[in-house]
C-alpha cells in the first residue's frame, strides 16, 4: 500500500507545494510568514518550496514580478508573493467520437473558459484538428489570456498513441486518423507544445486528481461510451505499456460476445458493453433508433430492456476486470464515460462478476464505482496532463488526500 520512502518524500513535497499555491490562489498575495500560517508548514518549507516555485517561474515576488530571487532572504522585510498567472495556463483538448472539448486553466486547475461542438471525431483527423485549433482561440479570447501565457496543451484521443511515433496506433479504431501524428498537427495549427495521451488515461488521471480515484494509488478506469477503454494508473503514474497500446480492453473477447467489431475480431467487450451497443440493442427491442441520452433516461426510467443489457454489459465488464484484478490487483476501479450515469445498476453487476471470478484476495480489496467527473472527465484529465507533465512547469502534483 505505502510506496518507497522516496516516493512519499516525493508526494509529501507536490502535496505541500500544492498547499502553498492553494494559499496563494485563495489570497492573491501574501508573505511567506502567512503562507506558512495558512498551510501549517514551517517557514523553512515554505522558503525552500517558494524558492523552486519562483525558480520554475510560478510565482512572482512584489512588484518586480519579472525580477530573479534566488538565494537567502533572511532580514529583509516580508515580501509579498503572488501566482504568476502568465506562467501557468493550461489548455485542454477532448476529442471524443462524436464531440469536442476545449478549456483553458490556470496553474491551480481553475478552468476559466470551456466550450465544446458536435463533432464526427472519426471521419477526418484534419477537420478535427482544424476545428480544435478554433476552439482553442475562442476559449483563450474568452478568458482574456494570450497565447503566450499557455505552457503546454493536453489533448486526447479516442484510440491508442504510439508512444514512439506519437502517431495514433490503430487504422481500424480512429479510422480517419490512421498515421497522422496528432500532437505534431495541433502544435503546428497553435505554436505551442502538445502531449497526447488517449482518453481513458486520461479519464483515469482525472477521477485519480479530482473524483472517485482520490486516495487511490492503484486504479483501473474503464470508459464505456461509443468504445470501451481502460485507462490504467498504478503508484500514482499511468501505465502506457511498451507501445502505448496499454488498457485497450474493449477488444477482449466478451463471455456472450458473438457480433462482429469494428477490429475486425468477433464477439470483442466493445460489441455487448459500449453505450453504442447497448443502445442498438435497445433500439431492436423498440424497433427504432436510440441515442446514447436516451438509453440513459430509459435506464433511469426503469425501462425492461434498458435496465436488462445494462445490466449484462456490468457482468462482461465484471469478468474482464476478474481478469485485470488477478494480473494487476488494483484497489479501486471505476466505471467512467457516458454509461458512468448508470450507477449502481452497472458496477454491482460488475462487482459481482469480479467475486466470482477473480482470486478472492484480489477481489476483496477492490472496490467498484462510477466516475463522478461525467463527460468532462478527458477534459479535465488532459488538463492535468499539461500541468503535471514531467518536464512541464507546475508539478504540483495532485491534490491527494492529506494523510493523518
Ligand atoms: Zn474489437
Known sequence: MESADSGSLRSLRELNRGRVIDALRGRGTASRA???RATGLSRSTVSSIVSDLIEAGLLAEGAE??????GESGGRPPVLL??????????????GHTHLRVAVSDLSHEVLAETWRELDVDHSAEEGLDAAAELVHQVLNEAKVGRKAVIGVGMGV??????????????????????????????QRLGLPVHVENDANLGALAEFVWGSGRG??????????????????????????AGGTAGEIGHTPAMNGTAICRCGSR?????VASARAIAEQVGV?????????ELLELTAAADAAATRLIGEAGREIGVALAGLCNLLN????????????????ITEPALESIRRYAISSAAEQVTVVPGVLGDRAELLGALALVLQAPDGVLGSGPPQEVAA
Do not use: M
Open 267 to 271: 464477439g470483442c467487450l466493445e460489441t
Open 65 to 70: 514580478a519579472t525580477g530573479v530571487a534566488h
Open 216 to 241: 487511490h494509488r492503484n486504479i483501473v478506469y474503464i470508459k464505456l461510451s461509443s468504445g470501451v477503454g481502460a485507462g490504467l494508473l498504478f503508484g500514482g503514474r499511468l501505465h502506457q505499456g
Open 82 to 95: 503572488s501566482l504568476n498567472p502568465s506562467a501557468g495556463l493550461a489548455v485542454g483538448v477532448d476529442f
Open 285 to 293: 427491442s423498440r424497433g427504432e433508433p436510440v441515442t446514447t441520452k
Open 158 to 187: 479516442p484510440g491508442p498513441i504510439n508512444r514512439a511515433t506519437g502517431a495514433v496506433g490503430s487504422s481500424s479504431i480512429l479510422p480517419g486518423w490512421v498515421g497522422v501524428n496528432a500532437s505534431a498537427e495541433l502544435e
Open 34 to 36: 502567512e503562507i506558512a
Open 330 to 345: 488494483p484497489d479501486c476501479v471505476i466505471i467512467g464515460g457516458d454509461l458512468s450515469a448508470a450507477g449502481e445498476l
